[in-house]
């Protein structure tokens, strides 16, 4: 899982450099497929459950699951990149959000919130601990910045299938949840919203976006809840 975590780190890595305004969103996509099947994986969403990309390209007001097509990114709009790769048996799954050109203060805002609120609920991701303990890090951090979560999409245990069980809400209240073990690893991921957060699936069966059409982010890596506590298989290197 660490090779799976370290090989979908490297590819958003190199899916960043193409956000731009400009850019269709369709060539973010081939890029992805391009550079997994290249380091010998496989792309995990292409075709789960009739998904027909190998990345989710979600823009401002959609939360996730969007379809990359022909929609061009414009100067000012947020877009977040949802990547999984499965390599040797076992998945790795990541999420991002990047500014696209100049993007405004509040737009800038709600992406540190988002990827800040991933970090506090990494941090609870410790042996002897409960779920609600992740659950309530993100939400208690994210109200107070003003901001909403998402109450539809959680996040899930991870390992040799996508989605596996525990789901990992991003509400809750500590103390509550099953208890963490050594040796559990978790996909846990934010998606924090601009307004409310009710959302609503466009007639694509797939693009979450926002009821009231604001915009939102979201921030996924993989965590290994090891002895000492979390280990991040998909982080990604610091810019310097």
Known sequence: MRVAGR??????NHLEK?????????EIDALAEKLIIGKGGIPAFKGYMGYPASVCVSVNEE??????GKKVLQDGDIVSL??????DGYYGDMARTFPVGKISESARDLIETAEQALERGTLQSKPGG?????????ESFV???????????????IGKKMHEEPQIPNYGNPGTGPRLEVGMVLAIEPMVNMGTYDVQVLQD???VITRDK???????NTVVIGENGPEVITCQKKKH
């Open 7 to 12: 090989m979908t780190a490297e590819i958003m």
């Open 18 to 26: 193409l956000i731009c305004p400009g850019r269709v969103t369709k």
């Open 63 to 68: 939360v996730v699951h969007g379809i990359p």
């Open 82 to 87: 949802d990547l999984g790769v499965l390599y």
């Open 130 to 138: 409960c779920l609600g303990d992740i659950s309530n890090a993100i």
């Open 143 to 157: 109200v107070e910045k003003g901001y909403t979560v998402v109450r539809d999409y959680v996040g899930h245990g």
């Open 205 to 207: 069966n797939w693009t």
């Open 214 to 220: 604001k915009i939102s982010a979201h921030f996924e």
